[in-house]
């Protein structure tokens, strides 16, 4: 949507509405960083295919796990970038929010994908462990090691992302820690070198398919509750109730509703019983901006009710 500040305020049935969604999280920083997304996809694309290669050369279920690692490296860069592009997409009378919620979708996707994979990489490792198997752990450690150099690299790209932008933080922190990755199979390779304990490789994919789980079951859980349009965990529901409950002139707030438009942004409607009277355009501004600055809630929308019998949608005061 553009990045603008726009509301509205009318008379209906003694109903008015205040919708704000100005300053949304769509950093202009992130439109800096596509070199950056296009350099890493490209370098771990390349990579993936190097070390499946050698992977099946040198007889490694280590190499051909974290080859397996490196592709969750590629959809992890594809979905922020992609979530930084549909970002920038305008709505439309079809899709009135934009595209924003392509990026709850790519993440479940990512996460299902990835469960499927590892699965049948941690089938392998354990069927090896019957019939060991010769490994080349020379082949293993520089492979290995031309990992760390190129997510080392790729992480350095992100290095000075803005704090705010969560794709920007989580493509760096995703790239730093597969470079620790692969140098845990640096270590297995020499240690098969020195000992010539060919069980160590298989071990040794199935801890990478363990770190592999452990990262993706929170993006399955955090894309399943996204996609479910719960609240998000940042934000706490009871806090903003009472926020909005002790604004001046409040009596009561009902049929609040808080869900995230994408992986970055959150959008928020809710009733406030005001029996005064109408407290004014400045007073939803006010409500807004608090809404944005305090919870990070950036797409706002204030229905004032003077009387709650009134509301049309009745006295559920479920939120």
Not at 210 to 227: E, N, P, Q
């Amino acid at each position: 949507m553009p990045h603008e500040n726009h509301g509205h305020s009318g008379n209906h049935k003694g109903h008015d509405h205040a919708d704000h969604s100005g300053g949304h999280s769509h950093s202009h920083a992130t439109a800096n960083f596509d070199l950056a997304f296009l350099i890493g996809i490209s370098l771990n694309v390349g990579f993936v295919v190097l070390e499946a290669i050698y992977g099946f050369a040198a007889n490694s279920m280590a190499l051909l796990a974290d080859a397996g690692h490196n592709l969750s490296d590629v959809f992890g860069l594809l979905m922020a970038w992609g979530a930084a592009a549909a970002g920038k997409r305008a709505a439309s009378k079809r899709f009135t929010y934009g595209w924003r919620k392509s990026s709850v979708l790519a993440a479940l996707f990512n996460a299902v994908f990835l469960l499927v994979a590892v699965g049948a990489i941690a089938v392998e490792a354990v069927r090896r462990f019957g019939e060991p198997q010769s490994v080349s752990s020379t082949t293993v450690m520089v492979v290995a090691a031309l990992g760390i150099a190129i997510n080392g690299a790729t992480a350095l790209l992100f290095a000075r992302g803005p704090a705010g932008d969560i794709n920007i933080r989580g493509a760096y922190l995703h790239m730093a820690s597969d470079a620790a990755v692969s140098a845990g199979v640096v270590v297995s390779g020499f240690i098969i070198a020195r000992t010539g304990w060919a069980w160590l490789d298989p071990v040794t994919s199935l801890a990478i398919v363990a770190v592999i789980v452990f990262g993706t079951w929170g993006l399955l859980r955090d894309s399943v509750t996204m996609a479910m349009d719960a609240v998000p965990p940042s934000i706490e529901p009871g806090a903003v109730e009472a926020a909005l409950g002790n604004l001046p002139g409040v009596a009561q707030v009902h049929h609040m509703h808080i869900w995230p438009m994408s992986t970055t942004e959150s959008a928020l409607t809710a009733h406030l019983v005001t029996p005064e009277g109408q407290p004014g355009d400045a007073f939803l501004r006010d409500v807004c901006a608090m809404l944005k600055t305090r919870f990070g809630i950036q797409h706002a929308t204030i229905q004032v009710e003077i009387d709650e019998a009134a509301c049309a949608l009745g006295a559920d005061h479920s939120h």
